[in-house]
Nanobody
Framework: VQLQASGGGLVQAGGSLRLSCAAS????????MTWFRQAPGKEREFVAG????????SYADSVKGRFTISRDNANNTIYLQMNSLKPEDTAVYYCAANSYARVILRTPSVYDYWGQGTLVTVSS
């Protein structure tokens, strides 16, 4: 599976962005998909995850109520709608896929496939 993240950019605090992650491969619909982010000098952290069907989602406390993860299995794509952005949301955002987990895991090391990252910069 190859993942291609896009949609990052520069936005003012309070603004919105929508990230996309397009996947290749016929088994995309069976994968648990997540978004992680990594700010300069910090470890990669879990942002949001969605199970294979889209029926279960999970969010970091820092983004709950502001971000929404969704998936379109027909088009092999996941999305991260980010509203009410804050300067502390500034980071490189990565999408990741897990081929075997049936729950949404928050540890980066369990993810088999990663996108290249897309930079989100939120100005104050």
């Amino acid at each position: 599976v190859q993942l291609q993240a896009s949609g990052g950019g520069l936005v003012q605090a309070g603004g919105s962005l929508r990230l996309s992650c397009a996947a290749s491969g016929r088994t995309f619909s069976s994968y648990t998909m997540t978004w992680f982010r990594q700010a300069p000098g910090k470890e990669r952290e879990f942002v949001a995850g969605i199970n294979w069907s889209g029926g279960s989602t999970s969010y970091a406390d820092s983004v709950k109520g502001r971000f929404t993860i969704s998936r379109d299995n027909a088009n092999n794509t996941i999305y991260l709608q980010m509203n009410s952005l804050k300067p502390e949301d500034t980071a490189v955002y990565y999408c990741a896929a897990n081929s075997y987990a049936r729950v949404i895991l928050r540890t980066p090391s369990v993810y088999d496939y990663w996108g290249q990252g897309t930079l989100v910069t939120v100005s104050s």
